[in-house]
């Protein structure tokens, strides 16, 4: 028998949730998304008693507080490396070539605490001598031996950018900076012909 454990909206303000992610930190689990503010979009996190149950209210993780976010926060995925917490996200809205990913670092000790993050970036933007425009909305993979870290995103070849079916899905290897942050690098160009990510067949 399949029971259906949806729906996790519990939005006090009737606005959309989406773009879930879960992350667990200090072995709790935590439901990270983004909603609808009317105006805008902003990051929530949620504790969760396990992968499908909420156990506490939404809280408010990121909003738009620097010129390069601008219209919203939305599509957290969590990246941990080295002890780090991290959650990267797509800055801006999706129908413009600005659109681009920041980085939320846990700091302090209380992932419910919206000041016990930093926000840095942009940390991944459009590159126009790529001809690549809005590259967002990511996720991460390792490569099949373990030894490799890829970012996964889509993004547009020109400054006609829509949130549609012009976007495609591309993915490149990232590497990591001295103090533990992702190092995204530049966005490659299509039609160029990357390495395969190692130990692949």
Known sequence: MIIFKA???SSPDGHYEIDPSVITINGKLYLIGS????SSSHLFIRPMANPYTPSGNRVLLSKPTTTWEATGNEGPEPLQHGGKNMIVYSANYCGTAAYQLGLLTLTGSDPLNIDHWHKSGPVFQQLDSAHVYGPGHNGFFKSPDGKEDWIVYHANNSTAVHCD?????RAQKFTWNGDGTPNF???VATGVQLQSPSGEQ
């Open 7 to 9: 729906d996790l909206d």
């Open 35 to 38: 909603y609808s503010t009317g």
């Open 165 to 169: 079916g012009i976007r495609s899905a």
């Open 185 to 187: 690098g530049l966005p």
